[in-house]
């Protein structure tokens, strides 16, 4: 009786791993991916300051047809070619994020796993966790205060319920 027991506490806090374990996968996965999308997007704002500066500087070649046997005549947008390569630099050292980048949110708590109340899931914004704690962990209650004694997921919680 005591080996099932042990068995079943033994399970159940397998489960609450790899529980944690998914969670914690899924947002650094998201977060990882979140980063590269906004790195992309950085990068392509500054593609686009760099190809109007660019676009400056094509306007500064000179395209005139030559005849055969004429030398092209020498360069002489040197101070404006300068200038655009000044003001490119100006922009790029000016650029900022945009205000609407994106960070992702996190719905989990401090113990990895969703807030459940009354059989459901709570996400973390709509409750709060007190300073409050017995051996079934801090007590967690809603902002609404319709709720006033639920616990967090637990892997104690989890035990009995098996």
């Given at each position: 009786?005591?080996?099932?027991?042990?068995?079943?506490?033994?399970?159940?806090?397998?489960?609450?791993?790899?529980a944690?374990?998914?969670?914690?996968?899924?947002?650094?996965?998201?977060?990882?991916?979140?980063?590269?999308?906004?790195?992309?997007?950085?990068?392509?704002?500054?593609?686009?300051?760099?190809?109007?500066?660019?676009?400056?500087?094509?306007?500064?070649?000179d395209?005139?047809?030559?005849?055969?046997?004429?030398?092209?005549?020498?360069?002489?947008?040197?101070?404006a070619?300068?200038?655009?390569?000044?003001d490119?630099?100006?922009?790029?050292?000016?650029?900022?994020?945009?205000?609407d980048?994106?960070?992702?949110?996190?719905?989990?708590?401090?113990?990895?796993?969703?807030?459940?109340?009354?059989?459901?899931?709570?996400?973390?914004?709509?409750h709060?966790?007190?300073?409050?704690?017995?051996?079934?962990?801090?007590?967690?209650?809603?902002?609404n205060?319709?709720?006033?004694?639920?616990?967090?997921?637990?892997?104690?919680?989890?035990?009995?319920?098996?």
């Amino acid at each position: 009786m005591t080996l099932e027991q042990e068995l079943v506490r033994a399970e159940a806090e397998n489960l609450v791993a790899e529980a944690q374990l998914t969670n914690i996968t899924r947002q650094k996965l998201k977060e990882a991916y979140t980063h590269q999308v906004n790195g992309i997007i950085e990068r392509s704002e500054k593609q686009a300051i760099l190809a109007k500066h660019t676009r400056r500087l094509l306007e500064l070649l000179d395209d005139t047809p030559v005849v055969p046997g004429t030398e092209r005549a020498a360069y002489n947008n040197e101070r404006a070619a300068k200038e655009v390569l000044l003001d490119a630099e100006e922009d790029l050292g000016k650029w900022e994020p945009r205000q609407d980048s994106y960070t992702p949110s996190s719905r989990l708590e401090s113990n990895l796993l969703p807030s459940i109340v009354n059989g459901s899931v709570i996400p973390p914004d709509t409750h709060s966790v007190s300073g409050e704690a017995d051996e079934r962990g801090p007590v967690v209650t809603e902002t609404n205060n319709a709720e006033t004694s639920a616990y967090t997921n637990d892997p104690k919680i989890l035990e009995t319920a098996t």
